[in-house]
């Protein structure tokens, strides 16, 4: 091992007192390179159609080495499926992440507790559909339903982006309770 240029090697005094090694950094936050990658996962979060190396590495704000390297590493833990190789356009894995969020979930919270969660989803869902009178929020239309109601389409979008929303809760929901009721019993409790 190479000795230090002597700027950098400590003076006589220095070498009496033994070094703070608790004011030393732990070799996992030098190595962990962790906002770049939080940067490029942020940007591939927000996807929502397939983009290149260079769009990804833009909205992540690094190089596209660096874009390359992140996606590729993506790749093989499922967060993102390669489209195309020439240019290589990537996009969001949407199954991997909705697997995610029904590990989290079941992580999370007590069986009793996704009941509870799925019960409230499932009455939000069944009120929108009646305030719709249409089985699907894909069958309202916008501009039709605010002039017939007298609202605006403003809030007609926000109550269907709702009913949405609880839609995609419940099918989550039912993968956690079908996921913990398939394996393993609960073996936590709700106390």
């Known amino acids: 091992m190479e000795e230090p240029h002597s700027e950098l090697q400590a003076d006589a ?7 703070d090694f608790d004011a030393l950094s732990p070799p996992e936050e030098l190595v962990r390179g962790g906002r770049t ?8 979060l927000g996807l929502d ?3 290149t190396v260079g769009d990804i590495a833009d909205l992540a704000g690094h190089g596209v080495d660096a874009a390359r390297e992140y996606l590729e590493w ?3 833990m499922g967060i993102v499926t390669q ?12 199954s991997y992440l909705n697997w995610r969020r029904v590990q989290t979930l079941r ?11 799925l019960k409230t989803e ?8 009646e305030e719709f009178a249409v089985a699907s929020p894909a069958a309202v239309s916008l501009s039709k339903h605010a002039a017939a109601t007298e609202q605006s389409i403003e809030d007609v979008w926000e109550a269907v982006s709702a009913w949405k929303t609880a839609q ?3 099918k989550l929901l039912e993968r956690a309770l079908a996921s913990e009721s398939g394996g393993a019993t609960d073996q936590r409790t709700a106390v």
């Open 83 to 94: 489209i195309t190789e020439s240019p290589a356009t990537y996009e969001r894995n949407q």
């Open 13 to 19: 005094e220095e070498r009496t007192n033994s070094p």
């Open 168 to 170: 995609r809760r419940i």
């Open 37 to 44: 990658r939080d940067d490029f996962f942020d940007a591939v």
């Open 74 to 76: 993506f790749e093989r």
């Open 107 to 117: 992580d999370d919270y007590t069986t009793a507790e996704l009941l509870e969660f």
């Open 49 to 51: 159609s397939p983009a």
């Open 122 to 129: 499932t009455t939000r869902a069944e009120d929108l559909a």
